[in-house]
């Protein structure tokens, strides 16, 4: 009985606090004037996941966990931080979709015998980047690279993991099914959710790894557990 009702906090507290993303998240979004805006706060709040579920595994595994901001403080100082390598990011996946929907557009009007071929293979890569669309904002917060380097960890995550990437791929196709059956979790959950389960299944499949300057806790005669937590906390 303890355990199920410790399960019942647990999923409480993480639904209040995916609502809350959620809403400063449409403020993020709006604050840069939503063309501007989605992708910092995109970037944000997967920002503040990976922090979340980072903090999870350090704690498991008995590891030096960093001290933190609040939710609020947090989201904005990476929505400022990071403004212009989000929009760096979500140019490139735009750029992507655009190039896609033309090619849908000029193999309709048909190119001779060829199309079903070029069809197919447009139709795998646009279900390629819809995976990388979803992978790519849990990598770009956990690596600080640049964007060409950020580009190849994601494709290659992709293509070496279909598994996944085909996860990633149920995950929207069911977020876009309940925002069809259930439209007013909309205002609940929106990105918040689909961006946990992403964050969630890259942290446990182990692909993400842990920061190097994390150090076990209860040996502290043999580290220096203060600079380990700022150095998590600078991560």
């Known amino acids: 009985m303890p355990a ?5 906090v647990r999923i409480g507290e993480l639904v209040g606090r995916l609502f809350v993303l959620h809403l400063v998240w449409l403020l993020g979004v709006v ?10 706060a995109t970037m944000a709040l997967n920002a503040v996941i990976r922090r979340d579920l980072l903090n999870q595994a350090l704690d498991t595994r008995n590891l030096v966990v960093a001290e933190r901001p609040g939710l609020w403080q947090e989201f904005w100082r990476v929505w400022r931080q990071e403004f212009w390598r989000a929009q760096a990011i979500g140019g490139v996946v735009l750029v992507g979709w655009v190039v896609f929907g033309l090619d849908r557009l000029v193999l309709r009007g048909g ?23 979803f992978i790519v904002w849990p990598v770009a917060v956990h690596f600080d690279e640049p964007l060409p380097r950020v580009t190849k960890l994601v494709v290659v995550l992709a293509l070496s993991r279909p598994a996944h990437s085909l996860t990633v791929l149920a995950v929207v196709a069911g977020w876009l099914w309940l925002w069809r059956a259930c439209p007013g979790l909309i205002p609940v959950f929106g ?44 991560h």
């Open 4 to 8: 199920l009702v410790g399960w019942h």
């Open 31 to 40: 604050a840069g004037g939503v063309i501007l805006g989605a992708a910092p």
């Open 111 to 133: 190119i001779g015998g060829v199309t079903p071929w070029f069809s197919g293979i447009v139709v795998v890569l646009s279900v390629l980047w819809a995976a990388v669309t």
């Open 191 to 234: 990105v918040a959710l689909p961006a946990w389960c992403v964050s969630w299944l890259y942290w446990h499949s182990g692909v993400l790894p842990l920061p190097e300057s994390a150090v076990p806790y209860d040996d502290p005669d043999d580290v220096d557990a203060e600079a380990a937590i700022r150095a998590l906390a600078d």
